[in-house]
């Protein structure tokens, strides 16, 4: 561990020296980033220190860093943030957000930072289903799911029968909610994109698992009023930490090196 | 104040937007009511019952009373909502296998305990420490004369609860009961956080996928205070004649 984080400070010193003469420089400029803190490892609280962290705070850091803006953090539950976003309350919203269609007629998002694909998260004893297919021909089972995100949509109109109000979708407040939903035995499955699903199975290996093939894939995007003068720069910026190998670190940090709830 | 909400309505029923919502949010009205009727009716039965232990002669159940109002009016309806539904729900059902393995009958699963009775349950248990009160003071709000009369009377103590106690006790009791109705009403709205299909959770589904926040709440207060202020002056009227028959 003392190792790669010294391998890592001296990858990120020298990308720093290669990269800060092409980046804009923002002079300190002050910016509002809200986010839901409720999808871990992208953003999650330390359930150990209570700090708020995870591959995107840690992303955003060094973008600021690169760009020389001073950010603060907000949160908003997640069905009030592209809205509040879209108005111009925030600067900013951070929570792997995919990037969709819909969504983009109300805010303008970054270029994807990290691209994910959907998995089925289960108990580690399930035996009934091993595909989409095996899930939405048995009645009996049930999706939880949180309402307006990905895992919503897919599991409505690729797995089940694209019927919004299917009673075979339970609806919790938080991916969390539901993943709790799912070790009480109260749903039988919860989608979740890779990256979370992989968080979930390390941090309870004996009871969840993750079966199927992955079902469709996402980008993720930060979000910003429309029209906002940050998208160029922030897009700059990852383009350059694709390049110097920061995000292939970061995805090395969150989801192979650090596990949840330890 | 009339004429402000006879503008909002006509706002909202020439609106599409509003319409809409509003069309979505109907399917959450029936789930409300129920929630608030059956918990109301659960809460004061329970706070029935725990007013009478409190007031109880037996030392022990008193003290078990008052220990479960205490404890119960100290907790914030959201977090016993989540405790009833994540931690005693699943607990009760594992207690509950338990015995029937033993026993040799079915196992039932968590989800044989639909979120929707959870979410009743945990908000009846923390009406009813409330609604306790509210009877307590009412039963001792009347005069020890009447009770001794009505012993005097050799009625018993069931018949001196009915025909005594109970007709002079409600009128202290029904404008905190009914505030507490009213309260109930609102916080029903709580059992959203378990993803029951209330008028709330409709409205968080709504606003996440039109994106239209400042309409989908409009439309989501307006329909709890349309509640609210009907039950409001139904509630004044019906203490009015009851003050109009006390007068006679």
Not at chain 1, 54 to 75: F, K, S
Not at chain 2, 36 to 60: E, P, W
Not at chain 2, 190 to 213: C, E, H, M, P
């Amino acid at each position: 561990m003392k190792h790669l984080l010294a391998a890592t400070a001296l990858l990120a010193a020298t990308a720093i020296c290669a990269t800060a003469q092409d980046l804009p420089d923002l002079e300190g400029r002050e910016v509002v980033i809200v986010t839901e803190n409720a999808y871990p490892p992208l953003q999650f609280v330390d359930p150990a220190t209570g700090d708020a962290i995870g591959w995107e705070y840690d992303a955003m850091a060094e973008i600021a860093e690169r760009l020389n803006m001073a950010v603060t953090y907000q949160n908003i539950s997640w069905d009030a943030m592209i809205p509040a976003v879209s108005e111009g309350q925030y600067d900013m919203g951070m929570t792997g957000i995919t990037i969709r269609e819909d969504r983009a007629e109300l805010v303008d998002f970054s270029d994807p930072y990290m691209v994910s694909q959907m998995r089925m998260l289960v108990r580690a004893d399930e035996t009934r289903f091993d595909d989409a297919e095996g899930f939405a021909a048995d009645e009996e089972l049930l999706l939880g799911t949180q309402a307006g995100i990905t895992p919503f949509y897919v599991g409505v109109y690729e797995v089940l029968d694209g019927d919004e109000a299917n009673p075979r979708i339970v609806l919790l407040e938080t991916i969390p909610a539901a993943v709790q939903a799912l070790l009480s035995d109260d749903v039988d499955m919860v989608l979740s994109d890779s990256a979370g699903g992989e968080a979930y199975v390390n941090a309870n290996p004996d009871r969840l698992k993750l079966v199927g093939a992955p079902l469709g894939t996402e980008e993720f995007g930060f979000i910003f009023p429309k029209g906002s003068d940050l998208v160029a720069p922030v897009n700059a910026a990852i383009a350059a930490m694709r390049a110097d190998g920061t995000l292939d670190m970061l995805d090395q940090r969150w989801f192979v090196d650090y596990s949840l709830g330890q | 104040m009339l004429g402000l909400g006879a503008y909002a309505l006509w706002q909202v029923l020439t609106d599409a937007v509003y319409l809409q919502v509003l069309d979505t949010l109907r399917r959450g009205v029936l789930i409300t009511i129920f929630v608030t009727l059956v918990g109301f009716a659960l809460a004061a039965s329970l706070g029935l019952l725990l007013a009478l232990a409190s007031l109880s002669r037996h030392l022990i159940l008193r003290q078990m009373a008052r220990f479960y109002i205490e404890i119960i009016r100290g907790i914030p309806i959201i977090v016993l909502l989540l405790y009833v539904a994540f931690v005693f729900a699943p607990a009760l059902v594992a207690g509950y296998n338990g015995l029937a393995e033993m026993a040799g009958v079915e196992a039932i699963r968590t989800r044989d305990f639909p979120l929707l009775w959870r979410a009743i349950i945990a908000l009846a248990i923390g009406y009813s420490a409330f609604i306790a009160e509210v009877f307590r003071a009412g039963l001792q709000s009347i005069d020890r004369g009447q009770i001794e009369a009505a012993e005097a009377l050799g009625l018993n103590r069931w018949n001196r609860f009915r025909h005594i106690i109970f007709p002079q006790a409600i009128r202290t009791i029904l404008p905190p009961l009914g505030n507490d109705f009213v309260a109930m009403v609102k916080d029903s709205s709580l059992v959203s956080v378990l993803g029951v299909l209330d008028i709330t959770q409709l409205g968080k589904v709504t606003a996440a996928s039109n994106f239209r926040y400042f309409e989908t709440y409009n439309v989501v207060a307006l329909i709890y205070l349309t509640m609210t202020i009907t039950l409001s002056i139904l509630l004044r009227r019906l203490e009015q004649r009851m003050r109009q028959s006390q007068d006679r």
